[in-house]
Nanobody
Framework: QVQLVESGGGLVQPGGSLRLSCAASRSIFSVSTMGWYRQAPGKQRELVAIITSGGTTNYADSVKDRFTISRDNAKNTVYLQMNSLKPEDTAVYYC?????????????WGQGTQVTVSS
């Protein structure tokens, strides 16, 4: 059974930092592109950052130079370091794994962790 378990969300003041973690099942982590998405109230889920199995990263323009995605293959964990947080970063953050299977891609999602940026 594939599992993605997020942690690290919470309440932080504007300008503060948080680090999210997502522990994935070993069976999928090494071959998967891992990513973080977020969904604010009344809005669609959007991509925040992704990192391929080879370590290539990509970020949404809104978080470039503030957020950093990384992965620890030995721990089957992906991280999202969030600095200089803004109120508009408030959302539920979801961990995602995209596992290639032959000509298809299987998507897996975590349960989400709330990030609230407020003074």
């Amino acid at each position: 059974q594939v599992q993605l378990v997020e942690s690290g969300g919470g309440l932080v003041q504007p300008g503060g930092s948080l680090r999210l973690s997502c522990a994935a099942s070993r069976s999928i982590f090494s071959v998967s592109t891992m990513g973080w998405y977020r969904q604010a109230p009344g809005k669609q889920r959007e991509l925040v950052a992704i990192i391929t199995s080879g370590g290539t990263t990509n970020y949404a323009d809104s978080v470039k130079d503030r957020f950093t995605i990384s992965r620890d293959n030995a721990k089957n964990t992906v991280y999202l370091q969030m600095n200089s947080l803004k109120p508009e970063d408030t959302a539920v953050y979801y961990c995602n794994a995209k596992r290639p299977v032959q000509s298809s891609v299987y998507n897996y999602w975590g349960q989400g962790t709330q990030v609230t940026v407020s003074s």
